[in-house]
C-alpha cells in the first residue's frame, strides 16, 4: 500500500473495501462464496465494521445456522468471537 502512494495505510480497513468486489467478480462469474475469516471483530456487536460488511454484501454465519450451540469464544477474557465461517 505504501508503494501505491498511501502515506497512511490502514489495511483493515482496506481489506473491507477491496474484499467485496472480488466477491462480486466471483459471485458473477457463477461462483458461490464461503468466506472464512479471522476478522479480530465481532459479527454480532452492534457498531462493529465487520457486522456491517457481513450484512452490505449479505453474507452469514454458517455456524449459526448450522450449529445447535455455537463454539466457544475463540480470544480469552472476551465474550464474542472472531473467528467466523461465511457464506452466501
Avoid: Y
Wanted: glycine residues 6%; charged residues 35%.
Amino acid at each position: 500500500m505504501i508503494k501505491d502512494g498511501k502515506e497512511a495505510p490502514d489495511p483493515c480497513k482496506q481489506v473491507l473495501i477491496d474484499l467485496p468486489n472480488f466477491l462480486n467478480d466471483k459471485r458473477d462469474e457463477g461462483c458461490e462464496v464461503i468466506l472464512m475469516a479471522d476478522a479480530n471483530e465481532s459479527s454480532t456487536k452492534e457498531g462493529s465494521k465487520w457486522k456491517a460488511f457481513l450484512e452490505t454484501n449479505g453474507l452469514e454465519d454458517i455456524h449459526e445456522h448450522v450449529l445447535e450451540k455455537l463454539p466457544p469464544t475463540t480470544r480469552i477474557g472476551s465474550s464474542t468471537r472472531i473467528d467466523c465461517m461465511t457464506a452466501r
